[in-house]
């Protein structure tokens, strides 16, 4: 591995000492507990863009953060850090996030703008450090530094580091930065496969997106007679191979410019180190307007969230006018940290399934509670 690779020995540790045991990675350790953890399972029944259940090839929350550490771990290899420890953050930096997707987000956002704001980054610290309790000594998974300053620095051109303290303007260390763009590389590909799925989109419609065109052409005069539906995943590689390709040479440019030596260097550089040339940037630009204006703008989607809004919307206001329908170990939280804190703890970690459920029970006359 390269010196600027974030390793055991050059880890800042945990907030909270632990004695591990002999021979035992502590990256490895916190795999573990992440895999472990109830907010990683309910991953398996929360929205990516398409409603869960809803189709049983849609991607959820969960397949999304498996699909990001695979590009994580890809990356990290070509470019010599530890892919335990990419792997690891991409496995954590959705666990915040609330059901319903997108439209799950802007609705506590809205409902907690008074009351310290939502966003779903600083909510994945939340509960890695506070919701989350197996082990009896401490609050949290107690996991290791550089996961944490990573998920608080995470940022994507939908995501902003919170305001959390380890968001101190620095970098982050290069294992997090891949996270950071494996999770964009990741939505950029399956968004387009799950979109083509029910016919969102056409073959047509993406002819006209240049990074398209370039990896579906040599493919697509190999078979000019197979539907799209034969190709598609041939030509979603090769999108995500182009992607690879150009972030890794961008990447070891980069590095070589600001001559790193330690991860110490790597936070003190003044722009990312992991970054996609500027071509490739302006090509997927482009790409990612059409997915917002043409997928995720769709009517489909936007009654979609609409309803959810509407689900999470008045579930909020009940909680907050009867604080004892709460589980009690969430209502024992709130003298100390406040109604609206700790019912948006509640919803966030909520799956759709359980959310929409939750909804019958409180609001339709004749469903069981």
Not at 7 to 35: I, K, Y
Not at 283 to 302: A, D, M, N, Q, S
Request: aromatic share 8%.
């Amino acid at each position: 591995m390269k010196p600027y690779a974030v390793t055991a020995e050059n880890s800042r540790g945990r907030a909270h000492p632990e004695q591990l045991p002999r021979m035992v990675d502590p990256f490895a350790l916190d795999r573990q507990r992440v895999l472990h953890a109830a907010a990683f399972r309910r991953l398996e029944y929360k929205t990516q863009v398409f409603v869960t259940g809803v189709h049983d090839h849609y991607r959820t929350r969960l397949t999304h953060t498996l699909e990001v550490a695979s590009v994580a771990r890809r990356l990290c290899t070509a470019l010599q850090v530890n892919v335990s420890v990419g792997e690891l953050i991409a496995l954590t930096h959705d666990l915040g996030h609330p059901p319903f997707g997108h439209a799950g987000e802007v609705a506590l956002k809205e409902l907690m703008s008074s009351y310290g704001g939502f966003e779903h980054n600083s909510q994945s610290l939340r509960v890695i450090e506070y919701l989350e309790h197996p082990y009896p000594p401490f609050r949290g998974l107690n996991l290791s530094y550089e996961v944490r300053e990573s998920l608080a620095k995470h940022s994507t051109i939908y995501d902003k580091p919170g305001s959390h303290p380890l968001a101190d303007g620095t970098q982050a260390p290069i294992e997090g930065q891949i996270a950071n763009i494996a999770d964009r590389i990741a939505y950029d590909c399956h968004d387009l496969e799950d979109s083509l799925e029910p016919g969102l989109i056409t073959e047509q419609d993406l002819n006209e997106i240049q990074l398209w065109q370039e990896a579906a052409g040599d493919i697509r005069r190999q078979y000019p007679d197979l539907p799209l539906g034969a190709i598609r995943r041939p030509v979603l590689d090769r999108l995500e191979q182009m992607m690879l390709d150009d972030l890794v040479a961008e990447s070891r440019a980069r590095i070589a410019a600001a001559r790193v030596e330690t991860v110490d260097d790597v936070r003190q550089c003044g722009q990312p180190l992991v970054a996609f040339s500027t071509s490739m940037e302006s090509r997927l630009g482009e790409l990612e307007t059409f997915l917002f204006e043409r997928v995720y703008r769709h009517p489909l989607l936007i009654r979609m969230d609409a309803k959810a809004d509407r689900f999470i919307r008045q579930l909020f206001a009940a909680y907050l006018a009867e604080p004892r329908m709460l589980p009690p170990r969430f209502a024992a939280r709130i003298p100390e940290q406040g109604a609206h804190r700790v019912v948006c703890d509640y919803i966030a970690g909520m799956t759709d399934r359980f959310c929409q459920d939750e909804y019958k029970r409180l609001f339709e006359p004749f469903e069981r509670v």
